[in-house]
């Protein structure tokens, strides 16, 4: 078997609670890396956790981040702060006979680590337009690169896939045996992101037409029904 | 004007960068958490941040949140660990001339502070109804609730609705003067959350007919085109 082909499973990525819901399969990983568009950004500032939204994107085995060079967290991670990076996609509801057993369909990816800062402008460059790209395939051709200035306005991070665990759940509801006879309705919910039409620039009619990617935009799989069938 | 329209700014929510997509209506953060399906609930464990996704809901001024009695998470609080809550409702991806320039419309909540353990069992049970509740209008009404057994496995913490913060970002691109006349396509591709048909529990048919509420499950608002008009 490839070693490559999973994570390593260190003491901060080991499964507690329902191991089975746990992976650290490395192509599953990416895939829900590359599917979600925010990531949850987890830091310590002051001994006080915080999580913020953030763009970000998988550059080969790293996340991407990046932000002004004077946000609180950038200040933070040039420092050697460690962070938390997770991305969750979730995908139905699950509805029980009992109401213990309700739970989520998702899957997560959950990074930890401590992001190098990238100053190579070269390697600057391309880490900004793999961000781009990753809402819009090949969307950094169809727009102007940064200039000199919003270069040095902006500080990228790059974390490695290293501690990587993946957790989700799928399929319906699991009930226990003696609730499989009441009269109440058990079953899932698939959710999915919808893309609805284009919406040009309202405040500046754009010279270019909408590029395709965006009138059939699609993000990831929108869970079938035929999937949580068993 | 009412004092308790806005949540109080302290130096833990007092907006750094970009303090326009700041606010502290309590209202708005109301709306953001309840159509909110997953929480991002961060936590230091000897000194590393954490992210993981959870279920939660909103009861009047508080957040609760629920699990095993045995994860690691509850251990943590039942120690009066500080907690970081932040909600996330992505609206769009947003397009500009400029690679610079691309961003996203989202609302987002963050709530900071120490959760309490609730041990009254009818506070325990009213807020593991509040739960499920939160995911389908009352749906508690329509399954088992939770037995001694069950509530035994399980502990609920309540998260006061005190260091609150919104930010949001809405609208079309904000593009540098010199860009507009740049031949590239901008706007705003809206995303929205999408209910599939609801799926039966594939292993043991329900003995009731699916819920009006979950065959027409809807979550929040999917923007419309027209809101990112001027």
Known sequence: MDPRATFPVTPRTRAGRKPERASYDRAAAHAILDEALVASVGFVDDGVPFVIPMAFARQGERLLLHGSSKSRLLLLLAQGAPICVTVTLLDGIVLARSAMHHSMNYRSVMVLGTPRELVAEAEKRAALERVVDHVLACRSLATRPPNERELRATRVFALELEDVSIKSRGGGPIEDA???????????????????????????????????GASSYQRGRVVSAREVQP
Request: glycine share 8%; no cysteine; charged share 10%.
């Open 178 to 212: 003696d609730d499989l006879g009441l009269a109440h309705w058990a079953g899932v919910i698939p959710l999915g992101i919808q893309a609805l039409a284009p919406v040009p620039d309202p405040l500046h009619a754009p010279a270019a037409p909408t590029p395709a």
